[in-house]
């Protein structure tokens, strides 16, 4: 199989278009389809071309999996968060998923790699760090929507033979994530730092320990999977592999600032997982991946990010 042109569906959003910058550095052609254009409309490349469309479109889908090596699928209208009261957009989700391997069980040379969510699919796993093969039990409708994503997709591909690749990506964080929506607890604290705002948070800061991953460490490891043979139809955990407290990342954060931070605290919403961290020795041993920055370096970079996107 060739692997120079690439698909990414919903690849507008904030892991999107940071895999998009870097398969147009490395070389590749690039697709995207998405609902809206707010972050591709700026890149002005010959070798990629962006479709404002949804997955209703299957004429325009059918065309550009055709013309694909390698479909990324990270179209999703939810987060674990917005998921709790609203459970019936995980349907449209699925639905839209479904639609979309419908055509691509056509095409049995592509490759698909699936955004599946580390934080969410596991629930409160008995002990940490999590490797793969822990059992499922997602209690957030985001994370059951998630799962049932993956069964479907594992389903396709072995009755069509198509090679899938499911990333189960722990919490980046990084350049183009989105300051309004309720995932990213460094994003947040460190826009509303800037902005002279107090950030609301979630959860015992002492309890809530995540695995956080910096967004280029989480697009190396996207195009590593999609490119190697050996991570043909396997599911990786994507993450630091390392756990920190909340309370560690405001003090993270407060050292990169030089500052203190104005927090306020929020209930703990029972759809949100305590304590996660994803063992991230598969990925390694299979493609030679492992995450590079480090959560200092990274919130750094991110800091810089932020700031020039705010004063420039
Ligand atoms: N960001 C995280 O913390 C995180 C963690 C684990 C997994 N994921 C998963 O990774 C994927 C990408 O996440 P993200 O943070 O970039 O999300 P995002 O919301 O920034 O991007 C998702 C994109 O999908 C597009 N989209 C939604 N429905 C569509 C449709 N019907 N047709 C075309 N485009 C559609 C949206 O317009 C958006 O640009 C999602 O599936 C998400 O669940 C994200």
Redesign the pocket.
């Given at each position: 199989m060739k692997d120079n042109t690439y698909l990414l569906?919903?690849g507008?959003?904030?892991?999107?278009i940071n895999i998009i910058h870097k398969l147009l550095e490395n070389g590749k052609e690039v697709y995207c389809?998405?609902?809206?254009d707010s972050n591709t409309k700026n890149i002005n490349n010959i070798h990629f071309k962006s479709y404002i469309d949804?997955?209703t479109n299957t004429d325009l889908l059918r065309d550009l999996v055709d013309k694909s090596d390698i479909i990324i699928y990270?179209?999703?209208?939810s987060n674990v968060r917005s998921s709790s009261n609203i459970s019936m957009v995980e349907l449209d989700n699925i639905e839209?998923f479904i639609k979309t391997i419908e055509i691509i069980k056509d095409y049995p040379d592509k490759k698909i790699i699936y955004?599946?969510?580390g934080?969410t699919v596991y629930g409160e796993p008995d002990k940490i760090p999590v490797k793969e093969e822990t059992s499922l039990n997602p209690i957030s409708p985001y994370g059951i929507g998630k799962v049932c994503s993956e069964q479907f997709l594992k389903y396709y591909c072995n009755k069509y033979d198509i090679k899938y690749v499911i990333c189960r990506?722990s919490?980046?964080y990084g350049s183009y994530q989105?300051p309004l929506s309720c995932?990213?607890v460094i994003n947040k604290i460190l826009y509303d730092y800037h902005t002279g705002k107090e950030t609301e948070i979630v959860g015992n800061p002492e309890v809530s320990i995540r695995d956080y991953i910096y967004i280029s460490d989480l697009v190396d490891a996207t195009i590593a999977v999609s490119e190697n043979i050996k991570s043909n139809n396997q599911i990786f955990n994507v993450g630091s592999g390392v756990g920190y407290s909340l309370s560690e990342i405001i003090e993270e954060i407060e050292i990169v600032l030089g500052d203190k931070v104005r927090l306020t605290n929020n209930n703990f919403g029972k759809e949100n997982v305590s304590k996660i961290v994803l063992d991230v020795s598969k990925i390694k041993d299979t493609v030679g991946w492992s995450a590079k920055i480090t959560l200092r370096q990274g919130i750094n970079l991110h800091n810089i990010w932020i700031k020039k996107q705010l004063f420039k």
């Amino acid at each position: 199989m060739k692997d120079n042109t690439y698909l990414l569906i919903g690849g507008n959003g904030f892991i999107g278009i940071n895999i998009i910058h870097k398969l147009l550095e490395n070389g590749k052609e690039v697709y995207c389809v998405d609902l809206y254009d707010s972050n591709t409309k700026n890149i002005n490349n010959i070798h990629f071309k962006s479709y404002i469309d949804d997955l209703t479109n299957t004429d325009l889908l059918r065309d550009l999996v055709d013309k694909s090596d390698i479909i990324i699928y990270l179209a999703s209208t939810s987060n674990v968060r917005s998921s709790s009261n609203i459970s019936m957009v995980e349907l449209d989700n699925i639905e839209g998923f479904i639609k979309t391997i419908e055509i691509i069980k056509d095409y049995p040379d592509k490759k698909i790699i699936y955004a599946s969510s580390g934080g969410t699919v596991y629930g409160e796993p008995d002990k940490i760090p999590v490797k793969e093969e822990t059992s499922l039990n997602p209690i957030s409708p985001y994370g059951i929507g998630k799962v049932c994503s993956e069964q479907f997709l594992k389903y396709y591909c072995n009755k069509y033979d198509i090679k899938y690749v499911i990333c189960r990506y722990s919490n980046p964080y990084g350049s183009y994530q989105n300051p309004l929506s309720c995932v990213g607890v460094i994003n947040k604290i460190l826009y509303d730092y800037h902005t002279g705002k107090e950030t609301e948070i979630v959860g015992n800061p002492e309890v809530s320990i995540r695995d956080y991953i910096y967004i280029s460490d989480l697009v190396d490891a996207t195009i590593a999977v999609s490119e190697n043979i050996k991570s043909n139809n396997q599911i990786f955990n994507v993450g630091s592999g390392v756990g920190y407290s909340l309370s560690e990342i405001i003090e993270e954060i407060e050292i990169v600032l030089g500052d203190k931070v104005r927090l306020t605290n929020n209930n703990f919403g029972k759809e949100n997982v305590s304590k996660i961290v994803l063992d991230v020795s598969k990925i390694k041993d299979t493609v030679g991946w492992s995450a590079k920055i480090t959560l200092r370096q990274g919130i750094n970079l991110h800091n810089i990010w932020i700031k020039k996107q705010l004063f420039k």
